[in-house]
């Protein structure tokens, strides 16, 4: 079986919760799915299949994209950590004039091709991008912040985008590692979760802009219902 085949095979095409005009290959269980995918791989101790999984900083993010279309409209834009590609979409729908989607992970490679293709969009999908330099308009960053060293890597390269004049968004639901005195806050979010997944049914996400290193952290935030 190849990664297509089983992509294909461990989930199944759903609305996104929060973000209805988009549709992903979802999993319903992520602990089969990750099974499945290390058997899939031939090897233990993969990373958790984040491709599967609309999670909530990205649905977040792709909201906001979504509602604030000339953020993206006629530019081109770089979706990093992009798992299923939901953010990636969401900026090709919005009118992105390109849209490139990055991971390291095979399978969130083949899911975010499969999921542009559903959706009716095009995105460039590529390998890990964060050793090395992208241009792009924008540079979207969504659920990215969850180990140290991942966070580190990140924000290397995001303020090596915003120096070369890349305006850079950040979504997430607040994680420890999540470098908020470099960003001010947008808009807060109450975004539909799997209770599988995060223990409860609502989680609050936040979408954040990277502030100029001079600037003071702004404290206003738009809330959705």
């Known amino acids: 079986?190849?990664?297509?085949?089983?992509?294909?095979?461990?989930?199944?095409?759903?609305?996104?919760?929060?973000?209805d005009e988009i549709s992903l290959y979802l999993a319903a269980d992520i602990?089969?799915?990750?099974?499945?995918?290390?058997?899939?791989a031939g090897r233990s101790e993969l990373a958790p299949p984040f491709w599967a999984f609309a999670w909530p900083g990205g649905q977040a993010l792709a909201r906001y994209v979504l509602d604030h279309p000339a953020l993206v409209s006629g530019r081109s834009v770089l979706d990093i950590g992009c798992g299923s590609g939901l953010v990636a979409i969401a900026a090709a729908k919005?009118?992105?004039?390109?849209?490139t989607a990055s991971d390291t992970d095979p399978?969130?490679?083949?899911?975010?091709?499969?999921n542009a293709l559903a959706n009716q969009?095009?995105?460039t999908v590529l390998a890990d991008v964060l050793n090395t330099t992208h241009d792009a308009d924008v540079v979207?960053?969504?659920?990215v912040w969850y180990e140290q060293d991942l966070s580190n890597l990140v924000m290397?390269?995001?303020?090596?985008?915003?120096?070369?004049?890349?305006?850079?968004?950040?979504?997430?639901?607040?994680?420890r590692y999540f470098p908020r005195h470099r960003f001010h806050p947008a808009a807060s979010y109450e975004v539909p979760v799997s209770r599988a997944l995060e223990s409860t049914e609502i989680m609050r996400a936040s979408v954040w802009i990277r502030q100029p290193d001079n600037q003071a952290l702004g404290m206003n935030c738009e809330l959705r219902h």
Do not use: H, K
């Open 107 to 114: 399978f969130a490679r083949t899911a975010a091709r499969l």
């Open 31 to 40: 602990y089969e799915t990750w099974r499945g995918t290390e058997l899939q």
């Open 121 to 123: 969009v095009t995105v």
């Open 94 to 99: 919005a009118g992105a004039s390109a849209v």
């Open 140 to 143: 979207l960053a969504g659920d």
């Open 1 to 19: 079986m190849n990664c297509t085949e089983f992509v294909l095979s461990a989930t199944g095409l759903a609305r996104v919760p929060f973000v």
């Open 156 to 175: 290397s390269f995001l303020d090596r985008a915003a120096a070369a004049g890349s305006e850079v968004l950040a979504g997430d639901i607040g994680r």
